[in-house]
């Protein structure tokens, strides 16, 4: 089985400041590892995904992930935050080649600070 | 396409009442999750259906909660009798296939109060 471990809550961060939200996860087979985002008040939709390939996958909107296989993590970054970058995000994982359910962590709450 | 739908919104009842909430998935998709999210225990995983057929209920909470897919297009939970630890927003999502790295499309969620 697979479970995935976002060590911060809540992350505070000024504006235009860099950012990382940390996820490690745990598997006894491969992995596909997603970051979804959860605006206020709307449903998770994703931001970024690794496959395959290339470890570093970025999004449309300026984020990047790293799946780092030997650590077991899959962090998000972004080098300039924007306030329309407060929401919750949350590192998931599924099993790789297999169809199986999508495990989420508990989620990161990003605050940006003006 | 206009994405998963979810009705009601907003849902105030009562403790005892019965609560049944609805989920139209996108078209095409052949998976549908429903999931609970509080402050509590953040995202939870309580049933998904495949084909219509529910794969795993082991999320389910306990025997007042049911879900139905009678056919591709619906999905219900039903909450009978609801109580007020019941209280979150319920989200329905869907996805083309089950697994193999699909992305899953989230609806907008319900917002379940129980008094």
């Known amino acids: 089985a697979q479970s995935v471990t976002q060590l911060d809550s809540q992350v505070p961060v000024f504006e235009e400041a860099p950012v990382e939200l940390r996820c490690n996860y745990s598997s006894s087979v491969s992995v596909y590892l997603f970051w979804y985002v959860q605006y206020p008040n709307q449903g998770l939709q994703l931001l970024l995904k690794y496959l395959s390939g290339s470890t570093l996958v970025e999004s449309i909107n300026g984020f990047e992930a790293e799946f780092n296989k030997s650590q077991t993590s899959f962090h998000l970054r972004k080098p300039s935050v924007h306030i329309s970058d407060t929401a919750e995000y949350f590192c998931?994982?599924?099993?790789?080649?297999?169809?199986?359910?999508?495990?989420f962590g508990k989620g990161t709450r990003l605050h940006i600070l003006p | 396409d206009a994405g998963v739908i979810q009705s009601p919104r907003h849902e105030v009842t009562e403790m005892g009442q019965e609560v049944t909430l609805r989920c139209k998935p996108i078209?095409?998709?052949?998976?549908l999750f429903w999931y609970r999210q509080t402050m509590m225990r953040g995202l939870e995983l309580l049933i998904y259906f495949n084909n219509n057929v529910p794969i795993d209920d082991s999320g389910m909470p306990e025997d007042r909660f049911s879900a139905k897919m009678p056919n591709a297009s619906f999905s219900t939970l039903k909450i009978q009798p609801s109580e007020p630890r019941d209280s979150a927003v319920y989200f329905c999502?869907?996805?083309?296939?089950?697994?193999?790295?699909?992305?899953?499309?989230f609806g907008p969620g319900t917002r379940l109060l129980v008094l």
């Open positions: 078209s095409g998709h052949n998976s």
């Open positions: 999502a869907s996805s083309n296939i089950m697994g193999f790295g699909e992305t899953q499309y």
């Open positions: 998931a994982v599924s099993a790789l080649n297999r169809d199986d359910k999508i495990i």
